[in-house]
């Protein structure tokens, strides 16, 4: 079963614009992780943050957490074609072990 | 350096049939997880193995089974394969010195006619 549900499902913007991606889980954490996935192949990991961490940046990503909701987002700035990805949160409830995804967002950037 | 390599990319076979897929971990990774991924789904964690001993498995039946060798390397097996195990399978790999970030292999898409 899949602990996080993403919001939303899928998501068309503009070159240049910002991405919302919304993820929502179900039990206590040790951190939550973002992964990307182009065209079915490899997950590519983003970002990480952890569960007594709030905010986090990384080059045009931003992601906040806020665990008394079980909640978390990213934000990829400004963003370009290249960016057309499906985007997936994954919870690590044991540090390091088992990682559970949600079902992804699956953006489309236009160019 | 080279990433987590699997083998073969894609495979087709019948219900009721074996299949066998393998993994390579990073160089200097001796933990090695799979995950199955249907489509339009995310990944589902299947098992994680570190220096050859099992140490989680998910919620799959007796029909999926998994080895790690003394190279680190790793196979999955699948025994009486059904419809509904064509999916891409996905092989991971950490360091233990980051044990947080786990490496992603490209996957083996395996067809189940």
């Known amino acids: 079963s899949q602990q996080g549900e993403e919001d939303p499902q899928a998501l068309s913007i503009q070159e240049g614009e910002n991405a919302t991606m919304n993820c929502s889980y179900k039990?206590?954490?040790?951190?939550l992780q973002w992964y990307r996935q182009n065209s079915g192949r490899g997950l590519v990991h983003l970002i990480l943050?952890?569960?007594?961490?709030r905010e986090k940046h990384s080059g045009r990503l931003r992601v906040t957490l806020d665990t008394s909701k079980k909640s978390s987002s990213l934000l990829i700035t400004a963003s370009r074609a290249a960016d057309t990805a499906s985007y997936f949160c994954?919870?690590?409830?044991?540090?390091?072990?088992?990682?559970?995804f949600g079902g992804g967002t699956r953006l489309m950037v236009k160019p | 350096d080279a990433g987590v390599t699997q083998s073969p990319t894609h495979l087709i076979k019948t219900r009721g049939q074996h299949v066998t897929l393998r993994c390579s971990p990073i160089?200097?990774?001796?933990?090695v997880s799979w995950y199955q991924q249907v489509l339009g789904q995310g990944p589902q964690f299947i098992f994680q193995?570190?220096?050859?001993?099992?140490?989680g498995r998910g919620n799959f039946p007796d029909r999926f089974s998994a080895r790690q060798f003394p190279n680190y390397s790793s196979e999955l097996n699948v025994n009486a394969l059904l419809l509904g195990d064509s999916a891409l399978y996905l092989c991971?790999?950490?360091?233990?010195?980051?044990?947080?970030?786990?490496?992603f292999g490209p996957g083996t898409r395996l067809t189940v006619t």
């Open positions: 991971a790999s950490k360091d233990t010195g980051n044990p947080y970030e786990q490496y």
């Open positions: 193995y570190y220096e050859k001993e099992e140490r």
């Open positions: 160089s200097g990774h001796k933990s």
């Open positions: 039990t206590s954490i040790n951190n």
């Open positions: 994954a919870t690590d409830a044991f540090a390091g072990n088992m990682l559970t």
């Open positions: 943050i952890r569960s007594n961490e």
